[in-house]
């Protein structure tokens, strides 16, 4: 019984390990986004740069294509 009450507190301290998804982008973070887009950088290294998810760089980087046209 001990044993199965440590197994399911690591289980739990490794999820709490997990990556943590937000859903509201800092002002800096988009204004990055927005000048790295600028500089023509790819989303796959943007998203790498700032830690931040794929699909989030590319919905702002987007936006920031939009606004210049």
Not at 18 to 29: M, N
Not at 42 to 64: C, H, I
């Amino acid at each position: 019984m001990f044993y199965q009450a440590i197994k399911a507190q690591q289980r739990y301290m490794n999820l709490k390990k997990a990556k943590i998804y937000r859903t509201v982008l800092t002002d800096e973070e988009k204004e990055m986004i927005f000048e790295l887009t600028r500089k023509g950088w790819q989303v796959g290294a943007m998203a790498e740069k700032l830690n931040l998810g794929y699909s989030t760089v590319y919905n702002y980087r987007r936006q920031e294509q939009r606004r210049n046209k």
